[in-house]
C-alpha cells in the first residue's frame, strides 16, 4: 500500500505540447487533424486493396497489411491526445501517460518487427525464391505475426512496470506531445538509474538488433542481385525491395536519433524525431507502398473501381 502511495503523489502530467503560444493551436489542431484522417484513410485503403484482391495475396502484402493495422493504431494512440491538447486543458492522468506509452512502445517495436519479417521475405523471394512457398508458407507468416506482436507487447510491459515503480514529487509538467520515457524519467524524483541500464542495454538491442537483421537480408539481396545478367531482371528484383527500403530508412533513422543517446542530452529538439516515426511514418507508409509498387496500384485502382460501380 505504501508503494501505491509513493507513485500516486503526482496523479496528473501536464504535456507541454509542441507550441505554448495560443494562436498555434487551432493551425496545429487542423494540420494533425488533417494528417491524422489522411492516415486512418491511406492504411484502411492499403487493408482493403490487399484483402479484395487475390493477386496481393501473398506473405509481403499479408504483412504489409499488418503493418498498416498498426500504424493506424499507433497514430491513434498519440494524435487524438495531441488534438484534445490543442484545444483544452493539456492534462493526462498518471494511468493514462502510462497506458499511452504502453502502447507506443508495443506498437512501435511491432512496427520494428514487421519490417523485419517483410526483409526476410523479400530475402528468400530473391535468394532462395524456389523454397519460397514452403519457407513463406501461411502457418509460418502467422506465427511471425504472433511473435512480433507477443515480443513487442512484453518489451514494452518490461519499461512501463519500471517506470512505475518510480516516484514523481516534483514537477509534473512533460516537455513532450505525448508520454515519452525520456522527459518522464527527468521528471522522477527517485533513482532512474535501473531505468538507465535498461534502456541502454535492453532496449538498445531490441532497437538495433532487428536493424541488423534488415541490414543483413538487403547485404545478401544485393549479392544475389548483382549476379543477375540481365538488366531487366535486376530492376524488376530491386523494384520490390525500394518501397521497404524507404520505409525502413525513414523509421529507423527518427528512432535510433531519439533513443540512442543519453537521457541527459534529450531536448525539445528530439520532438520532429518522434514525430516523424509516430506519426509522420504512418502517414507516408501507404503513399510510399502504392506510389512505389505496381501491383498495389493496380490493387488499389480494382479497389476504387469496385466503389464506384
Not at 501505491?4 to 494540420?31: A, W, Y
Amino acid at each position: 500500500m505504501e508503494k501505491v502511495n509513493q507513485t500516486s503523489s503526482v496523479s496528473e502530467f501536464i504535456l507541454l505540447g509542441l507550441s505554448s503560444r495560443p494562436e498555434d493551436q487551432k493551425p496545429l489542431f487542423t494540420l494533425f487533424l488533417t494528417m491524422y484522417l489522411v492516415t486512418i484513410i491511406g492504411n484502411l485503403l492499403i487493408i482493403l486493396a490487399i484483402h479484395s484482391d487475390s493477386q496481393l495475396q501473398t506473405p509481403m502484402y499479408f504483412f504489409l497489411s499488418f503493418l498498416s493495422f498498426t500504424d493506424i493504431c499507433i497514430t491513434t494512440t498519440v494524435v487524438p491526445r495531441m488534438l484534445v491538447n490543442f484545444l483544452s486543458e493539456k492534462t493526462i492522468s498518471y494511468a493514462g501517460c502510462l497506458t499511452q506509452m504502453y502502447f507506443i512502445y508495443a506498437l512501435g517495436n511491432t512496427n520494428s518487427c514487421l519490417l523485419v519479417v517483410m526483409a526476410f521475405d523479400r530475402y528468400v523471394a530473391i535468394c532462395d525464391p524456389f523454397h519460397y512457398v514452403t519457407t513463406m508458407n501461411h502457418h509460418r507468416c502467422v506465427l511471425l505475426v504472433a511473435f512480433s506482436c507477443s515480443f513487442s507487447h512484453l518489451h514494452s510491459l518490461l519499461h512501463t512496470l519500471l517506470l512505475n515503480r518510480l516516484n514523481f514529487c516534483d514537477s509534473s509538467i512533460i516537455h513532450h506531445f505525448l508520454c515519452d520515457i525520456n522527459p518522464l524519467l527527468k521528471l522522477s524524483c527517485s533513482s532512474t538509474f535501473v531505468n538507465e541500464i535498461v534502456i541502454m542495454s535492453e532496449g538498445s538491442v531490441v532497437l538495433v538488433t532487428p536493424f541488423l537483421c534488415i541490414t543483413f537480408s538487403y547485404i545478401r539481396i544485393f549479392i544475389t542481385v548483382l549476379k543477375i545478367p540481365s538488366a531487366a531482371g535486376k530492376r524488376k528484383a530491386f523494384s520490390t525491395c525500394g518501397s521497404h527500403l524507404t520505409v525502413v530508412t525513414l523509421f529507423y533513422g527518427s528512432i535510433f536519433y531519439v533513443y540512442l543517446q543519453p537521457l541527459s542530452t534529450y531536448t525539445a529538439r528530439d520532438h520532429i524525431a518522434t514525430l516523424a516515426y509516430t506519426v509522420l511514418s504512418s502517414m507516408l507508409n501507404p503513399f510510399i507502398y502504392s506510389l512505389r509498387n505496381k501491383d498495389m496500384e493496380r490493387g488499389m485502382r480494382k479497389l476504387m473501381a469496385r466503389r464506384k460501380s
